[in-house]
């Protein structure tokens, strides 16, 4: 790299020790190594000699509601919010919302009258996850409702 050139830090990896991926996966150690020995899970031997676990394979075996973005918005679970208040509030089409809460991306936490309530965090998740990678004509979802990833991202 030449001197005047700026490290893109987001193709860096993370990674993890054993007792970090354990305890995210609640699992042990032979396990994880099982799961690296398989391919599910990414590792690297480090200079010291440690396994480190690649922290976004590990989240590709997380439920959506353990990863760290859907946890910030907890707080907002359960929480009712009309589409058409949510479309406002989050800048998002009533069309888009529609159609994640059509697919499962968002909860449908029942009817007030004609207006449809969603679960305020699914929407506040989703609308972070959309502003983040994705926009217009590109996929912001996988079928699980985690970040769409391209194969091998």
């Known amino acids: 790299?030449?001197?005047?050139?700026?490290?893109?830090?987001s193709c860096l990896e993370r990674l993890l020790s054993l007792a970090q991926a354990g305890e995210q996966l609640q699992l042990d150690e032979p396990a994880l190594l099982r799961l690296?020995?398989?391919g599910v899970l990414w590792a690297a031997v480090l200079p010291d000699g440690?396994?480190?676990i690649s922290q976004a394979s590990l989240q590709?075996?997380?439920?959506?509601?353990?990863?760290?973005?859907y946890k910030e918005f907890a707080h907002?679970?359960?929480e009712?919010?009309?589409i058409s208040d949510?479309?406002?509030k989050y800048e998002i089409q009533t069309s888009t919302l529609t159609r994640w809460m059509q697919r499962g991306y968002i909860a449908r936490l029942g009817k007030d009258g004609r207006r449809t309530l969603l679960d305020e965090a699914d929407v506040a998740y989703c609308a972070k996850v959309y502003r983040s990678d994705s926009g217009q004509g590109k996929?912001?979802?996988?079928?699980?409702?985690k970040p769409y990833r391209k194969s091998g991202k």
């Open 1 to 9: 790299m030449k001197p005047d050139q700026s490290l893109d830090r």
């Open 36 to 38: 690296v020995e398989d």
């Open 50 to 52: 440690s396994l480190g």
């Open 60 to 69: 590709e075996l997380l439920p959506r509601e353990q990863l760290p973005d």
């Open 76 to 78: 907002l679970q359960g």
């Open 80 to 82: 009712p919010i009309s």
């Open 86 to 88: 949510a479309a406002r």
């Open 139 to 145: 996929w912001a979802f996988g079928s699980d409702g």
